[in-house]
Every structure is written in C-alpha cells, then in structure tokens.
C-alpha cells in the first residue's frame, strides 16, 4: 500500500460525484529535456499501480520529454509584444502574458490580427460584463497553454518556452497498451485545468465531468514541487 502523499495546501482525499478517492502526489527526479517518458513511467508509476487507478500527469512534461521546447535566444520580441505584455494584470496562476517572450509566443502562434481581436474583446468583456477569460478563449488553446519563459517553477526548465505536447493522444494510448494504465494528459494551474488526452478506457468509467473535479484545485501544484504525476484511487477498501 503506498503512502499518499499531497502537496502543501491541497488535500489527499476528495469526493468525486459521491465516490471517495485518495490522491498521491508522485515526487520524480529532475526531468531534462529529451528525458525518457516511458521510462518516468516505468520507474514512478509501474510499481504502485492498481487496475482501476487513474494517473494524471501534466502536459510540460511530456512536452519537455519530447523535447517540444523553445529557446527564448531564437525569438525576437516586437513591439506589439511588449506594449500588449504591458496591458496584462499577473495572476496567481503566475506572469502569464504580461511576459513580453508569451506574448510575442502568442503573436507568433495565433496571429497579430487575432490576437489584437482578442484583446480588444477582453476590454469590452471586463468593462461592460465584468467578466475575464475573453482573450484566451479567442486566442485559442495553444496560446492559453505555454508554460516556462521565466513565468514560475524550476529555473533549469523555466527559462525555456514549453508549449502544449503534440503528441498527448499517442502517448496515452501507448502507455495503456504498453503497461494497461489509464493515463490524463491535462493542462492545469491554479486558475484551470484542461484535459488534452486521454486513454481509451477513461470515459468508459469516468465522465468528463468526473474528471475535471478530480484535478480541479491543481493537486500537482504551482512551483517547484516535482510532482507532476497525481494517481487517483478509489478509497473503498482501502
């Protein structure tokens, strides 16, 4: 039986639409870039897997094990950038855009013209509606997902860009014929959780409902925790 374990400020038991679960926070080693995936999986997850376990892990990971990173050195940063960087409040998720490198990101990813959209929507939102979220839902997923550029976290991997992984589905459904575990690729923070990817299995137990519940308060945590795999077991029986 393993020994669940929450970062500080989160909690290890939850209730799911009437289920009780156990959540374990799993501390790996250090992840450099080009690092193994399957082998994180091999070595952290293997051996305390039980069949009816879900296993979570965040998305700029598999990201940074793929290698799917940008170096801050080959971006130019405009001047759009950097006056539209200067228009965005930080957040307790972290910096986000207000970072002139995200946001030139977002410039290079989605486009100037949408971009400018998108923020000139997310004035009218907050003025007249009093409501936020305007400019990421038109900017898109991708922009919404970059991590790293100096935002928060580990300084060796927080320097870099790392955007969403392309390959979330793949991996997932390798990981599930490989060693039978049901893996989540989710994009989270502490201000959202968004579920990339998947295995099969997944939504034949669980709705999607279910799911984000059970990642909402970002159980992997904001900063340098190391833990960005979360298990979820069922607590009955324990």
Not at 102 to 122: C, E, H, N
């Amino acid at each position: 039986m393993i020994e669940f374990f929450a970062n500080p400020g989160k909690i290890v038991d939850i209730t799911v639409n009437g289920v009780p679960y156990k959540r374990h926070a799993i501390k790996t080693n250090f992840i450099e870039i080009g690092d193994s995936y399957t082998a994180l999986i091999e070595k952290y997850i293997v051996p305390i897997y039980e069949e009816g376990d879900l296993v979570f892990s965040a998305s700029k990971i598999l990201s940074i094990c793929s290698s799917n990173v940008i170096n801050p050195d080959d971006m130019k940063v405009g001047k759009w950038a950097v006056y539209l960087s200067g228009k965005v409040e930080k957040t307790p998720a972290g910096y986000g855009l207000s970072l002139p490198l995200k946001m030139q990101y977002a410039i290079d990813t989605a486009g100037l013209p949408r971009i400018l959209f998108a923020a000139a929507v997310s004035v009218v939102g907050k003025k007249l509606f009093r409501r936020k979220g305007w400019f990421y839902k038109i900017a898109g997923k991708k922009v919404t997902g970059i991590d790293g550029f100096g935002d928060a976290g580990q300084e060796a991997n927080n320097l870099i860009g790392i955007p969403l992984p392309d390959n979330a589905r793949e991996i997932c459904d390798e990981i599930y014929s490989k060693y039978g575990i049901c893996l989540i690729v989710t994009d989270t923070n502490d201000l959202a959780s968004s579920t990339l990817a998947a295995s099969a299995p997944v939504y034949k137990k669980w709705t999607k409902k279910d799911i984000a519940e059970m990642i909402q308060d970002n159980p992997y945590g904001q900063g340098n925790e190391n833990t960005p795999f979360i298990l979820i077991r069922r607590a009955e029986g324990l």
